[in-house]
């Protein structure tokens, strides 16, 4: 008995002593009021690994970052027109920040507007809801991921395919 407190307390000891890292814990919005249409996987059973939403209308106005704080997004216009139904993989418009533990939230899919620049913000709107890149119709499409990882716990008990979300709700926590 003597030796298993004894191993306890070391045990015990050693944690006290090992540095510990806080990470902060941001909420993400819906972009705009719409419907998910894609979480982890795809109808068709292969991977996503994010959360797709759509409001089913092409140019719908306003959407907006997602997470809630003050961060610096970097928007990258690969496409100027209103593209609906898709103009082919890699030319998505893309607002993305990385946080300070080099994972990544990406937003995608957006059409072009005069809000499509690089700047820090709270949910700022970053463009309206379209299908650029390799998409099959106008949504957009939220990542976070880790040097190209994709990780899927940050919306996994929040949100799932086929909810409605006004704008603004809650799907999900990065950070």
Known sequence: ????????????????????????????????????????YYSSGTFHG????????????????????????NVTINTTGVVCDGNGSGNQNEAKHTFANSHTFRLWHFIKDSDSYDRTCDRCQVGNEGGTGHVTGPHVHMQYDYQGTNNTSWYSSYTVKGEFLDRGETVGYVG
């Open 1 to 40: 008995m003597r030796n298993t407190l004894k191993t306890t307390l070391v045990a015990l000891a050693s944690l006290a002593i090992i540095p510990t890292v806080a990470t902060a814990s941001y909420r993400v919005g819906s972009p705009f009021p719409g419907t998910v249409t894609a979480t982890t």
């Open 50 to 73: 994010a959360v797709d939403v759509s409001s089913g209308s092409c140019n719908y106005w306003g959407v907006e970052t997602g997470v809630v704080g003050s961060f610096s997004w």
